[in-house]
């Protein structure tokens, strides 16, 4: 079981990146069309839940990825802390999740706790693709924020 999982995931990130050859992204067979990253930022040290750090709302949230050091697409953290980053990719865009991170460039004024400079960036996991009629969206979660020079 645990190995199949293992060669599943390979198997996609092969397909990523064999893909990006020639496509913006290709995910279990499918052409994707956008990407959705959604994760939720906390008022912290480090930008993650620790004890009863609050959310920390209206924040910019950054999708950035290696290479291109621009954002390729930006959000605001909602009042429960909440973010959604969506990015169109086009076929011309070579679009590499294993190399994406989101990014909340600091200082934040609202949130004296963090630190003053530098950056909290956070990878990206596939969740899962959500199919609609007119494309399909990849849809990512973030993993832990941590702290960053970037
Ligand atoms: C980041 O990219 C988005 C989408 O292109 C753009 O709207 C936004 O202004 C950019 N933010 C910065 C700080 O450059
Ligand atoms: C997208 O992923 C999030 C987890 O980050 C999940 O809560 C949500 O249900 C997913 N959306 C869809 C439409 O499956």
Redesign the pocket.
Known sequence: MKTSHTAFLISILLLASFSSLTHGLLLNGLQIGAV?V?GVLFCSLDGNLRGNSPPLSGAIVQLSCAGSQTNLSQALTNPAGAFVVLVRILDTILFDPSSCFVRVNLPVATCSVFPPDGALTASINL??I?QTAILDIA?F?TGPFVSSVL
């Open positions: 959705r959604n969740v899962n959500v849809n979660t």
